[in-house]
């Protein structure tokens, strides 16, 4: 792919989220495929591998989580964030949030701690820990894109939840046996969406610690 190619998917993706594509956005997405594709090489990161699947996959699917995250500033925690997803998406396009990303692997680790260094984002911490080992802080949103259900989910990062916190997840076909097992404590609410440039259907699960259940599309 042309770089201009890659540029426009961004400029697209971003327009159907509502996010105007401004030009620092831009460049930042760019400089973080890149250096994705470069580590990628030598400590295969990701089994995604293409440019255009790593934007709309990686870049763009992590956007998704951007329509449960509240409009003001706020602490939010990607558990096993792996490459960055849904993390670094968000910071960059959010820098007013306060991020943390925990990831046990120190190869990923190290690869997140450089790319925080190389996109001058000033609102992200790496912690190097599994979840359920960490401890020291409090959030308000806890997101996922780890291969967790949501009553798993719920289990190994509860500890972490501030007292009006929720947890966001993406989830696929298996949702409504996950919702089933979820306690009848927590409200469960499902934003069916397009994964934007494709036909491919998300659902992105907010769930609170309360005892309702809904569902909008």
């Given at each position: 792919?042309?770089?201009?190619?890659?540029?426009?998917?961004?400029?697209?993706?971003?327009?159907?989220?509502?996010?105007?594509?401004?030009?620092?956005?831009?460049?930042?997405?760019?400089?973080?495929?890149?250096?994705?594709?470069?580590?990628?090489?030598?400590?295969?990161?990701?089994?995604?591998?293409?440019?255009?699947?790593?934007?709309?996959?990686?870049?763009?699917?992590?956007?998704?989580y951007?329509?449960?995250?509240p409009?003001?500033?706020?602490?939010?925690?990607?558990?096993?964030?792996?490459?960055?997803?849904?993390?670094?998406?968000?910071?960059?396009?959010?820098?007013?949030?306060?991020?943390?990303?925990?990831?046990?692997?120190?190869?990923?680790?190290?690869?997140?701690?450089?790319?925080?260094?190389?996109?001058?984002?000033?609102?992200?911490?790496v912690?190097?820990?599994?979840?359920?080992?960490?401890?020291?802080?409090?959030?308000?949103?806890?997101?996922?894109?780890?291969?967790?259900?949501?009553?798993?989910?719920?289990?190994?990062?509860?500890h972490?939840?501030?007292?009006?916190?929720?947890?966001?997840?993406?989830?696929?076909?298996?949702?409504?046996?996950?919702?089933q097992e979820v306690?009848?404590?927590?409200?469960?609410?499902?934003?069916?969406?397009n994964?934007?440039?494709?036909?491919?259907?998300?659902?992105?699960?907010?769930?609170?610690?309360?005892k309702?259940?809904?569902?909008?599309?």
């Open positions: 792919m042309e770089l201009i190619d890659k540029q426009e998917l961004i400029i697209k993706g971003l327009d159907f989220l509502g996010i105007r594509p401004e030009t620092f956005l831009l460049e930042s997405f760019l400089l973080y495929l890149e250096e994705l594709q470069r580590w990628n090489k030598a400590y295969n990161l990701t089994s995604i591998k293409g440019d255009k699947d790593i934007i709309i996959k990686h870049f763009l699917d992590s956007l998704l951007l329509k449960f995250i409009e003001v500033s706020c602490y939010v925690c990607d558990v096993g964030s792996g490459a960055g997803f849904p993390g670094l998406p968000i910071a960059i396009v959010r820098q007013d949030l306060n991020l943390t990303l925990i990831e046990p692997s120190w190869k990923k680790c190290a690869f997140l701690k450089y790319m925080i260094n190389k996109l001058r984002l000033l609102n992200v911490t912690v190097e820990a599994r979840v359920e080992n960490y401890r020291d802080s409090r959030f308000d949103v806890l997101a996922t894109r780890a291969l967790f259900n949501i009553g798993d989910f719920i289990k190994a990062a509860a972490l939840l501030s007292e009006k916190g929720f947890f966001i997840m993406s989830k696929g076909p298996s949702i409504k046996k996950d919702i306690s009848s404590n927590y409200t469960i609410e499902v934003l069916q969406i994964l934007p440039l494709t036909s491919i259907l998300r659902n992105i699960v907010k769930i609170s610690p309360v309702n259940l809904s569902l909008r599309s």
